[in-house]
């Protein structure tokens, strides 16, 4: 992968949504690192504009579930990085179908609009990296996640779609996989489960979300930048159209 210490990523730039916290932020910092200008999306105003005072960026304050404004957000980004999500868990004879709503819409509705937005600038000049954050659950099923695990399989399917259209324009798309991530939606997560369960965080992380990975610890936001950054430079020129799982073998099963 790249030297973070490389500026190969000069003259671009970048557009990464839930950029305030989380994976967001870190792959704000190793874009910005590699040297692109970078617009940090989030609806969180005040981490947002912290980070962008951090990396030397441009903060933009949007709500996602708001078609409006993300049909208004710049549409020169070189580099698209669709990170922002939530979740909700609830059986399907349960789950409130506003929320199944909203999560469709900030998870795969805003990611169409950014894309739809701002391919014709990458078309212009021949080049362009979009990299959608999904999920493991964008390979396989939990229950209780019908919404996530719908949005996150919408999001695959864009994703393969935008690389073949997009591949005689110099524009791959691929999607970055993970599984559990130390990031504040996991640890909401950790938190909710433990009181749901009667069980300690420690016991949550070892007995539910690692239960089904090889590797028994928690991927750490840098780790998914650094992929993202790989899928930007030029040794992944010919990488479009993939999912690159993260997710400590979870998928090996």
């Known amino acids: 992968m790249e030297s973070t210490h490389s500026t ?3 003259g671009r730039k970048a557009l990464v949504t839930g950029a305030a ?3 967001g932020r870190a792959c704000a910092h190793a874009l910005a690192r590699s040297g692109a200008g970078v617009y940090v999306v989030d609806r969180a105003a005040d981490a947002a504009k912290a980070v962008a005072e ?3 960026g441009t903060a933009l304050v949007v709500d996602l579930s708001d078609p409006e404004a993300v049909d208004a957000l710049p549409d020169d980004a070189d580099i698209v ?3 922002a999500g939530l979740q909700h868990v609830a059986p399907v004879h349960e789950f409130p179908p506003e929320r199944f709503t909203l999560i469709q819409r900030v998870m795969v509705e805003a990611p169409f609009r950014i894309i739809r937005r701002t391919l014709p ?4 000049s021949e080049w362009g990296r979009i990299v959608n954050i999904s999920s493991v659950h964008g390979l396989r099923a939990s229950p209780f996640k019908s919404a996530y695990v719908t949005a996150k399989h919408g999001l695959e399917g864009l994703s393969k779609v935008v690389a073949l259209e997009g591949a005689a324009h110099g524009v791959t798309s691929n999607c970055v996989n993970p599984g559990y ?10 938190a909710d489960q433990a009181l749901a369960h009667g069980i300690s965080e420690a016991d949550v992380i070892d007995r539910i979300m690692l239960d089904r990975t090889a ?10 930048a650094a992929a993202v950054l790989w899928l930007c430079s030029p040794g992944a020129a010919s990488v479009t159209g993939a999912s690159l799982p993260m997710d400590g073998g979870w998928t090996a099963h």
Request: hydrophobic share 45%; no cysteine.
């Open 215 to 224: 590797i028994k610890r928690l991927i750490e936001p840098a780790e998914v």
């Open 8 to 10: 190969f990523l000069a």
């Open 181 to 190: 991530v130390r990031t504040p939606l996991v640890e909401d997560q950790i």
């Open 54 to 56: 951090e990396i030397g």
């Open 81 to 83: 990085v669709n990170n």
């Open 21 to 23: 916290s989380g994976i």
């Open 121 to 124: 600038h990458m078309y212009a």
